[in-house]
């Protein structure tokens, strides 16, 4: 499961269980969440128990783990259980069993065997396109939407894009849709990023699509469209053949809409408007899996260390940073000079190469609008030029040090919202729960002498609490 | 019966801790829920941004900076 899917992973498990069942209709929303959804140990899970006829006795799932595997284990049964894919029974004989969700499983079979109706893949068109287009049409025209609409936001805030000439090519629409995000804010009639903009253009593509695409689904009610209707066209989405046309006649009214409100993004290709067929591109094709989408393409800000570590890393670096902070940049390209210039003093500029400084004040700037320097190191690293790629590590560790001291300096707190749980009535009942809250990975801090613990999510705690009290009271 | 109270935990080192108790008291006790132990505080979750700026601008009060050489 790569970083940009647990994104999704974590709006889906808020859904309540009729969304999740009416969107576990369509075989290729069940697939693509079973593919890149579900943690590895989940997946042995489901495929062990797909083609069972009955219920799984619990005393029979604890025979296949090993002790240590214990918190793994209760990881990928929370994760099942939130998505409404496994459902625990409690028989009369007090045997806890499990089942998976009968919707789940049909669908599921279906994928794999390719048994029902094929439409819920996408149907492609019969008839030959006279004007079709070919994939490094489709990439171009992507990387071009994607990349404008983050020179959107990176470029009005530091003032290298007049905002009329960069505000023409990104619709009203997907303003808006910045807007709703919070990733952009205007005041006085000026777009400024915000902090949640920052780690948005800094991450990698694959999940700047899907914090995008989630905004969209809770903002998709207001304009009247359905959430489920809008989850299962994504999915159906990641599903289809990169380079091939796809009929429009099969497609609900909000998925027409939609198709018009992805195009604005680039995730889709139509020649016009009212075009009876639509193609996909990159960005739609790898939004459920986790190879990265436009990664080819050197220009577009990607900033995970899955990016640095994977085969892409070549000659794309071009950043040089000597021991006296001072940064040569060779790029021409006004997107990533902006991002540079939100935490570099830029001085001097020429035909291939920018050149500036690291300052306290550049950083603190930067951590000021909400930028981490582990974000500024590792964009740093990402971007090394080959020269620096000789060294190890690629940054002078002076330099990366300065920073993170940097930054320490203007943030003297950590601070982590969700819940403090108190007031346990036994030593016992304390231990139960924070062990649980650790295990599922919620756990933030904890003090045995006060007997609180801190946990970041509520939800599994709560069904965990009121699963325990129903014990509880039966026993009693 | 076991209670679950929403707010944003803040971890900090002690000195900072004071200034923050401090901020508290001088304002009505209206930003900190708990105060939980030597370097973790329970800070309401409305009142965390507000929070922090008081604590920026009480440092800059406290501590002059040595005024940093930008020379070229």
Redesign the interface.
Known sequence: MSASSSQALEYLELLPRNTHTKLYEQPSTVLAIFRCMLPHLAKSIVMAMLYMTGPFAAADMDAWFRPEGRDAKAKALSVLGQLHIILEKQDSARQISFELYKGFANSLRQALTGSGSSRSFGVPSNKPDPNKVDVAFLDEYARKKWENMLFYMVGSTVGLATSSAVAQDVGEGTKQLLRAGNFVKTTHGRVSITREGFAFVLQETNAQVWSLLIVYLKYAPELGMSETDVLSFLFMLGSLELGQDYTTSTLSATQLQMLEDLSAFGIVYRQSKSSPTFYPTRLAVTLTSDSGALQSDATLSALSPTVASGSTRGNKGFIIVETNYRLYAYTSSLLQISILSLFTKL?TRFPNLVSG?L???SITRAVRLGISSHQIISYLTTYAHAQMQKNSPFIPPTVMDQIRLWEFEGE??????????????SEK?YEE?WDYANSTGVL??K?DA?R?A?VDR?EM??MF?QKRNKRNEEKG | MVKAVKGVLVKCDASIKAMLVDIDEKNGHEFIIDELDEEHILVKETKVAELKQRLQNMMKERLKEPESSDSE
């Open positions: 001085t400084k300052t306290k004040e003297r707190v950590e601070t982590t919202a969700g819940y403090l749980i108190k007031d346990f009535a009942e729960l933030v801090w003090n006060k609180v801190f509520i705690i709560s609490l």
